[in-house]
């Protein structure tokens, strides 16, 4: 089966031979086994059911959420000479009923279908009558709650399944799950935890880049006139922030596009075709851009924001580069937006379990901006994936700062902590360390501590910023919250008996170029 299905990728698409990644799906669905596909961003996972689609009997269903792709994708398959079809919101009554009356005769063997559609009885009864070979479940993280995009009508897909009298063969598709989504996923589609596929994650035409302490407007409107012919995405958290950010590069003579969701729906049509269509080169965008628009050249994304989760920051930051080319992803960080999620999620309606989830992603996102490890590196080992080099082209991997010995500072911020109970959050135990004369700490007995003042010749500042260092790099975590407390990790212990020393990258004492802007 193998053997035809590389001619068929041959054949159909021009592709001399599978990916690993692909080849080991395969042998999975052609085993009749459900498996599960995790691969980055341009990995090639529409492969995947594609081929089968060719070679299996019945029919293909791709259950998709990215319905403003499904024509593009239909169109491009029929071109290439493969019977597809789609039936999605946008269809009349009629024409689903057309296009059904096709699938039944056997015309068509690949369906895409958007998961709303599952919603409605009478749609599952006709599918029901369906010879149903494979069910492919794309973007496959919307299925669980703790996925950043978690879509009710997902929840649908079991039923639709076990309801099928043919027993297709299932195979779930994502390019973003962190071990706890995956286990999901498997529990609710009977995947075997063995068959999933996870190709690395590291994408590496990729240079993903922190930058803090910039003005971030001024920084901007640089990076995009260094090289005005790249195309690129410049995220921001809310409607309000891109149409500011679109009317100062406008005002600097920029050309430069926007997209949100309070636009109306012809202007966000037009926008984005002339995006890809490369008439606009650069957007500002809220992150209701992107789920599915298939362009291959984005050579830059810059956040403005800091994003709530690293998968989120991936998924928006690795539309970057998929046609392979050197790109690069920067993310613009300021406290304060940590501050504007922390809120956002306080005021949202979630259950309590589902807001410490929340914070404790958001801790997570944080630590990606002050770590000092590779920053390819750690979002690939937030995915649960073992990296086995740093990948050389991001922020810190061409810093050639040296590493100084930073060990005694740490025993004084760990012993602080300790001496305070781990009871408090960041302020209170830089206040304590750097000596500060308020009077909550003198209520509270601080003052007497042999920890008080140990950084006197620290600025606050300063001192903020090497607790965030040692958290990022795990020996202190955050606990409970929107107030969070630091408590000591584990690493914590060897570095206070005096057996493992700490390192960290020579502070910049003056911050890089530009002023601070807020
Ligand atoms: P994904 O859905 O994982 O983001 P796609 O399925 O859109 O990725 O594929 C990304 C790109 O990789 C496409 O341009 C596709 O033609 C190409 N591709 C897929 N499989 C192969 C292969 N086996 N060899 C070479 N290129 C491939
Ligand atoms: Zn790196």
Partial sequence: MLEEAQKHLTYYFGHPDFRPGQRAVLERVFANQNS?????????????????????????????PLISLMKDQVDELREAGISATYINSSLSQEEVRSRMDNIHMGLETLVYIAP????????????????????????????????????????????????????????ALTATATPQVTSDICRELSIDPGAVVQTGFSRENLSFAVEKGVDRDAYILDYIRRDPEA????????????????GHL???????????????????????????????????????F???????????????NMPRTVENYYQE?????????????????????????????????MADERKQQEYSKLQQMLHYCHTEDCLQNYMIRYFGDHPDQPCGR??????????????????????????MGERFGKTMVVQVLTGSSNQKLRDLGFHRLTTYGLMKGKTQKDCAQLIDFLAAS?????SGGAYPVLKLGEAVIPVLKGETRVERKTVRTSPAAQPVED
Avoid at 119 to 125: C, K, N, Q
Wanted: include cysteine; charge should be neutral.
């Fill in 36 to 64: 599960m596909g995790v691969m980055p961003t341009g990995g090639g996972k529409s492969v995947c059911y594609q081929i089968p689609s060719l070679l299996l009997s019945g029919v293909t269903l791709v259950i998709s």
């Fill in 116 to 171: 709303e559609r599952l919603e409605a009885p009478s749609f599952l009864r006709m599918l029901q009558r369906l010879p149903v070979s494979m069910i492919a479940v794309d973007e496959a993280h919307c299925l669980s709650q703790w996925g950043h995009d978690f879509r009710p009508s997902y929840r649908r897909i079991p039923e639709l399944i076990s309801s099928l009298e043919s027993s297709p063969v299932v195979l």
């Fill in 231 to 246: 195309s690129g995405i410049i995220y921001c958290a809310t409607r309000k922030e891109v149409d500011r950010i679109h």
């Fill in 250 to 288: 406008v005002k600097n003579g920029v050309s430069c596009g926007r997209y949100h969701g309070g636009m109306d729906q012809e202007e966000r049509r037009s926008m984005q075709e002339s995006f890809v269509y490369d008439d606009t080169k650069v957007i500002a965008a809220t992150n209701a």
């Fill in 290 to 304: 992107g789920m599915g628009i298939n362009k291959s050249n984005v050579r830059f994304v810059i956040h403005r």
């Fill in 317 to 349: 930051a690795g539309r970057a580069g998929r046609d392979g080319s050197p790109s690069r992803c920067i993310l613009l960080f300021s406290p304060q937006d940590v501050q504007i999620q922390q809120f956002l999620i306080d005021q949202s309606q």
């Fill in 394 to 419: 991001c922020s810190t991997c061409v810093d050639d700062r040296s590493l100084e010995d930073i060990t005694k500072e740490a025993q004084m911020v760990f012993s602080c902590i300790r001496r």
């Fill in 474 to 478: 795990q020996y202190l975590y955050l």
